[in-house]
């Protein structure tokens, strides 16, 4: 009989604490590993007691180091002291009694029935009347924006309820972030990695308009978003700098060969000589730094396979608008017209060309 392992990070948790997890260790299969992240020192009679059933283990950290430092600690704990035939996998919940105990279980043996590398969220319903304001725009903001970055809808991005298996903890004991981030990063490393991802439904609770949070709206949040955008703002970085690479060498060459070829190709010219130079310099950053995909051999055909195709829209483009508009300045027009194209590169590059098997 495979074990629920439930890994709880805690920071100064009401006494309630002990009654629940009296009420989760009476089912058979679970056994607990409860992180004491820096509670205040007349909280520590709370762990004590709770040390003193056998299905429990109390890891603490002198000072608060975050949640993502607790459930990595958690995590390391699990694959260093439970076999594969012990546990398939954890459950990570939170200390504040939000997460019904039905739905951990319930959670926890649908892990241990996974043959591949799988991430179980627990999903909450942000449409009823109990959620907090804040918590409901913040979650369908986030949801959203994860959307469009990442290709993949997740319904509660910053659910605590969930479960991995041994493959995944192993993959997420090195991930960065010490604090709210690391949920996320979590998300992100399982959509870069194709691991399969489940939503299941749980009941949606929330105590006292969620006073009981130990989340900073202003700093967690800035993390978490950091995180999120770090991608992209890479391929901004990594965009610009070839952007201006090629917009250089565009108008050197425009001027240089503007009334001494056909008129014809004096757009068209100057486009391909720039973009050669540039996309080349372009790949090996987006490939290396922004994407940071080394092993597959054939990306860079993918990625001249589109490159090929932008050069084309662009130069399609901006002929049109130029000799339609007759603007004296065509760098102006190509500056537009690369901008829009470099979203939806941003996008092919991260489903397609680089994308991870």
Sequence with gaps: MKKI?????????????IEYIKKLTKYEKVELIIIDDGSKQELKYIFNKIAENSKCTVITHEFNQGKGKALKDGML?????????????IVTADSDGQHNIDDIICIGEKINKQNTSTLILGTRNFNLECVPSKSKKGNKLTSCLFKILYGKKIHDTQTGLRALTRDFVEGCVNL??????????????????????????IETIYFDNNAETHFRPIIDSARIYKVMFRQFFRFILSGLSSCIIDLVLFSILFNVLNGRIK?????????????????????????????????EKNTIVKYYVLCIVQVVASYLLVDIIFNNLKIVYPTIIKFIVDAFLF????QVQKKWVFKRK
């Design 176 to 201: 960065p972030g010490d604090r709210y981030e690391f949920e996320l990063q979590m998300l992100i490393e399982a959509v870069k990695n194709g691991i399969n991802i489940i939503q299941c439904d």
């Design 5 to 17: 392992v439930v890994i709880i990070p805690a920071l100064n948790p009401s006494e309630d604490f």
């Design 263 to 295: 008129e014809s190709l004096v757009i068209c010219v100057p486009t391909i000589g720039a973009r050669i130079i540039s996309s080349l310099y372009n790949y090996l950053i987006n490939r290396g730094i922004v994407f940071n995909e080394n092993k």
């Design 343 to 346: 979203f939806v590169s941003f």
């Design 77 to 89: 704990y699990f694959l260093e002291n439970y076999s594969r035939k012990k546990a398939n996998g």
